[in-house]
């Protein structure tokens, strides 16, 4: 149903971008998490299915930038690139309205399964 790519190996201060492409012709909610070793799943940012409204951890504003295009497919952008951004990422989604944003994790439907980042100091 999901499939992320685009994770790697980068160095801090470095950029890697991120996509999930959702399948079927549904309007979805897509978001991005990330586990890191020993730690929860926490969100990273989120978007409706319009495109137009979007949602980001306050740790992440400014660095992460998340987009979409109009076949489901999920962007996550990400710059400047700390040691602690590394994690195994995740994309999810839910059907949802045009305009709905999706936040808790518990409330996503769908879930890609992962793809690593690992950011070198």
């Known amino acids: 149903q999901l499939q992320a790519s685009g994770g790697g190996l980068v160095q801090a201060g470095g950029s890697l971008r991120l996509s999930c492409a959702a399948s079927g012709r549904t309007f979805y909610a897509m978001g991005w998490f990330r586990q890191a070793p020993g730690k929860e799943r926490e969100f990273v940012a989120a978007?409706?299915?319009?495109?137009?409204?979007l949602y980001y951890a306050d740790s992440m504003k400014g660095r992460f930038t998340i987009s979409r295009d109009a076949k489901n497919t999920v962007y996550l952008q990400m710059n400047s690139l700390k040691s602690e951004d590394t994690a195994v990422y995740y994309c999810?989604?839910?059907?949802?309205?045009?305009?709905?944003?999706?936040?808790?994790?518990?409330?996503?439907?769908?879930w890609g399964q992962g793809t690593q980042v690992t950011v070198s100091s």
């Open positions: 978007i409706s299915p319009s495109g137009r409204r």
């Open positions: 999810a989604a839910k059907p949802a309205r045009w305009d709905s944003i999706v936040v808790p994790t518990a409330q996503y439907d769908y």
